[in-house]
């Protein structure tokens, strides 16, 4: 292959996993479309690719689909209605101001996208009652680690769970990682029969997205590089897109 093919089919590689990454976004409301679950195994094997330290690979995941997830997610709800489940404990509460102007931006444009005013409480309620089943997708994933490992091996199964979202979107489904199942843990333990030490650290809704619902349509916006990174040492200040 000659050296300018090479490079053509080298940008090409990168717009299209540029462009897989950027269309990727938490998706709240799914089409009743089912998924295969040869694509679902595939998609799970594209992301046992990610690195892990000394590669132990820590990851664990539950995927649940028809009578099982809808079973597991009454099971759920009945135990939120209960008011028998620990708070969600995922930000440190008071939580930084900078981080804190981010999440109010956040809830202001998710609500705004379902037309429920912040200040009703019994809507919002309901609206977080639906991460419970999946937001209606065909696939739930749950995932787990062992309770002895140390927050480097947590950032791993992050990896893993990136992974899964990007091979997800690149075969045309969409995602939403769901942090609101993890105080639900005893509940799902027992449902899913986890091994003594797995504990569940988040959730994950996966189907084909319903591109009309108004919930789909925020993008939530990012940082501009300039404003997380500090570049140095380079010859010239490179332009930041
Ligand atoms: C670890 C993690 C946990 C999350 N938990 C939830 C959740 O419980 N419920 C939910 O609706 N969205 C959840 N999200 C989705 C975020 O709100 C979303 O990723 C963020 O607002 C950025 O939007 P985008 O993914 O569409 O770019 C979670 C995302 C991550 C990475």
Known sequence: ?????????????????????????????????????KLVEAILADASTAPSGANIQPWRVYVVAGRVKDELGDALLAASRAGTMPAPAHFPDPLPDVFRARLQDFGARYYASLEIDR?????????????????????GLIFAIDRRLKPHSW???????????????ARGLDTCP???????????AEYLQFQPDEVTVLAMSLGYGDPEAPVNQPAMPRERVSDFARIVGFPEAPSVP
């Open 119 to 139: 200040a009703d409480t019994a809507a919002r309620a309901r609206q977080s009652e639906r991460n419970l089943h999946f937001f209606g997708a065909p696939v």
């Open 178 to 188: 769901q942090v609101s199942f993890a105080p639900f843990h005893s509940v799902i």
């Open 1 to 37: 292959m000659d050296n300018s093919v090479r490079d053509w089919a080298q940008q090409a590689i990168a717009q299209c996993v540029s462009t897989v990454m950027r269309s990727r976004h938490a998706v709240r409301a799914f089409k009743q479309q089912a998924v295969d679950r």
């Open 155 to 169: 950032i791993d199964l992050g990896m893993f769970v990136q992974n899964v979202m990007i091979a997800a979107k």
